[in-house]
């Protein structure tokens, strides 16, 4: 079964920092971009990040762009967000997601995990 | 930046059709992909490409996409189809971003 789980999800102060995790199994991890994805409490969709299936193109939304940073080590089937100066904006549930086709940028996201709370609070 | 403007909200009866529109500046030159969200769920894909179905999603999902507007359509609406859908393209006009519309929750009255 094609599975993504995610975890690292805290409640956090703002200007603090945290990485997240994203564990894939039931694919060719290392054959497929991947992305971050973000949904603010009652709010919509919010794409965060993407690394490419070799991890040497990386992107950003503006609103993450110089605070946070992905990455994945594909001999361990696992991307992450490292999230540093954290705003209270940045609240929100944090998905991974897959592209839908192999060797392919800038796709539909086929498959999600069920996401990871990120709370920043004083 | 690129923008996907959605309808907030579209009601329709049971056995009927709904059509979630999905507005952006020639849009019709870009790959549109539609998801839709459960309360409590995470999004599933319905149609990407504009039209095509992942494997398990009911052929009552359709899609189409020309000039400024992409529609989502639901042939013979059923209870289980309410829910919130979204639009997503990739920008690349300067660099590569993904971008969701605003989303539109769909009452099956």
């Known amino acids: 079964e094609v599975q993504l789980v995610e975890s690292g999800g805290v409640v956090v102060q703002p200007g603090g920092s945290l990485r997240l995790s994203c564990a894939a199994s039931g694919f060719t991890f290392d054959d497929y971009t991947m992305h971050w994805v973000r949904q603010a409490p009652g709010k919509g969709l919010e794409w965060v990040s993407l690394?490419?299936?070799?991890?040497?193109?990386?992107y950003y939304a503006d609103s993450v762009k110089g605070r946070f940073t992905i990455s994945r080590d594909n001999s361990k089937n696992s991307l992450y967000l490292q999230m540093n100066s954290l705003r209270t904006e940045d609240t929100a549930l944090y998905y991974c997601a897959k592209d839908i086709q192999q060797l392919v940028p800038y796709d539909a996201f086929d498959i999600w995990g069920q996401g990871t709370m990120v709370t920043v609070s004083s | 930046s690129y923008v996907l403007t959605q309808p907030p909200s579209v009601s329709v009866a049971p056995g009927k059709t709904a059509r979630i529109t999905c507005g952006g500046n020639?849009?019709?030159?870009?790959?549109v992909h539609w998801y839709q969200q459960k309360p409590g769920q995470a999004p599933v894909l319905v149609i990407y490409?504009?039209?095509d179905r992942p494997s398990g999603i009911p052929e009552r999902f359709s899609g189409s996409n020309s000039g400024n507007t992409a529609t989502l359509t639901i042939s013979r609406v059923e209870a289980g189809d309410e829910a919130d859908y979204y639009c997503?393209?990739?920008?690349?006009?300067?660099?590569?971003?993904?971008?969701f519309g605003t989303g539109t929750k769909v009452t099956v009255l």
């Open positions: 997503q393209v990739w920008d690349s006009s300067s660099d590569h971003r993904g971008v």
């Open positions: 490409y504009d039209s």
């Open positions: 690394i490419s299936w070799d991890g040497g193109s990386t």
């Open positions: 020639n849009i019709g030159s870009k790959s």
